[in-house]
């Protein structure tokens, strides 16, 4: 690799590295035929996840740092002073050619600045895809980070070439973007999700290849007041909108010379951590936005507790559920108990009483699910109150269960 292609390379792919959407799930497997380039099935170091828990390892940068947009929270926006630098559509072809020749990668996430007009980085980014999939036949993953104010044309030819797409919502409510990034339009935001969701619908009817992974966004934390109970308000109605994979939560970093709205410190990492808890709950335990909030203060998530965990204490009176008789929808609810261990509880009370050490093989985590619950052989006889079940429950930060 010649001494400016490093350079480039060195200065885009750390400008690439605050943009979290960059997960591969949903992604069809496919290899190569005789002459092609690349698979989705292959093994490498990693930095996405398969559906199946496989990891895959992409080439994640921009198009440019360039940009014609001032966003307050943006380190590459136009009044930014870093350093600057654009690949042409040669330049990522060839590079995501040659690392996945030499076992570096399985993938491509390409996102860009606005360069000249949006409809110009767009068609740039576009002609990447296509000289990928039908110069070189590879067929490895794509990502492409799409530009909602490009023409909808454009991002409907990127579906066709592209595993996923994604549109960054940035922030939560209409109020901050107005605040922090008033060249962007939330309504052209949510118009182009909208324009993808339709497109995405058609092509599974009519059973043609359109971004078959899906849409996905992200959403940065702490650049304002935002509470998290608005944050998951937000992504509640994206997900039933607009039929979103992936809601991604950035925490903000504060960034050189930075404008006088904005905050000096970062948020607490583990805010980040809890809104993805909240997310899962959302989308697969059966929780509602108001139920996740309730379990913390003035619209905040619990940093102590994971926000199962905060529920529960908030609703002792819900408590304990019988494992051979409790409903599927209030096993899920039990803190430590995950969906595939409820889904084995529910299988095997059918053939025989559970007792509390057969619910012990059906999940790593019956520490915490034990005050919650009954058992054949577990009839616990006092009830704790909620601030003693805390104290006993509460675990280091890195020790809790992303979906427990």
């Known amino acids: 690799m010649d001494v400016l292609l490093s350079r480039k390379l060195r200065i885009l792919a750390d400008a690439a590295k605050y943009d979290a959407s960059c997960a591969s799930s949903g992604a069809p497997k496919r290899k190569a035929g005789r002459d092609g380039l690349g698979s989705t099935t292959g093994a490498g170091i990693c930095h996405a996840y398969t559906p199946d828990g496989r990891c895959v390892s992409l080439l994640k940068i921009l198009l440019t740092n360039y940009c014609l947009y001032d966003c307050a929270y943006c380190v590459n926006r136009r009044s930014s002073n870093v350093k600057r630098a654009k690949f042409s559509v040669e330049e990522v072809v060839t590079l995501t050619v040659e690392f996945y020749k030499r076992n570096y990668i399985e993938g491509l996430f390409l996102s860009s600045g606005i360069i000249k007009t949006p409809d110009h980085t767009m068609e740039e980014m576009l002609r990447v895809a296509k000289s990928l999939r039908q110069e070189h036949q590879f067929r490895g993953y794509i990502h492409l980070k799409t530009i909602p104010e ?34 962007k339009s939330g309504p052209s935001i949510r118009g182009a999700m909208a324009q993808m969701h339709e497109r995405i619908v058609e092509a599974k009817e009519e059973k043609r290849r359109f971004s078959p992974a899906g849409q996905s966004t992200q959403v940065i ?14 992504s509640a109605s994206l997900y ?7 809601v991604y939560y950035s925490a903000f970093s504060p960034i050189p010379d930075s404008s006088a709205i904005l905050p000096l410190k970062p948020p607490p990492m583990q805010r980040e951590n809890r809104l993805y808890q909240a997310d899962w709950l959302l989308r697969y335990y059966g929780f509602g936005v108001e139920e996740i909030a309730s379990g913390g203060e003035e619209g905040m998530l619990d940093l102590a507790v994971d926000p199962k965990l905060a529920w529960a204490l908030k609703n002792r009176g819900q408590f304990p559920v019988d494992v051979n008789t409790g409903s599927r929808e209030m096993l899920l609810r039990v803190p430590g108990l995950g969906a595939r261990a409820v889904d084995r509880i529910v299988s095997a009370r059918r053939h025989t009483n559970l007792r509390l ?8 985590s019956l520490k915490r699910a034990r005050a919650f619950l009954t058992a054949t052989d577990h009839h616990p006889r006092a ?8 104290e006993r429950l509460v675990e280091k930060p890195q020790q809790l269960s992303l979906f427990g």
Do not use: C, F, H, M
Not at 357 to 364: E, I, N, Q, W
Not at 383 to 390: C, F, H, I, M
């Open 150 to 183: 490009a023409s909808p044309w454009l991002i409907e030819q990127a579906g066709l070439w592209a595993d996923r797409l994604s549109i960054n919502l940035e922030l939560p409510t209409a109020d901050s973007l107005a605040a922090l990034a008033p060249e």
């Open 240 to 246: 039933g909108a607009y039929k979103l994979k992936r």
């Open 383 to 390: 009830q704790l109150d909620a601030a003693a079940l805390r």
């Open 221 to 234: 934390v702490g650049a304002d007041a935002t509470t998290d109970a608005d944050v998951l308000r937000t």
């Open 357 to 364: 050490a057969d619910v012990a093989r059906l999940t790593s």
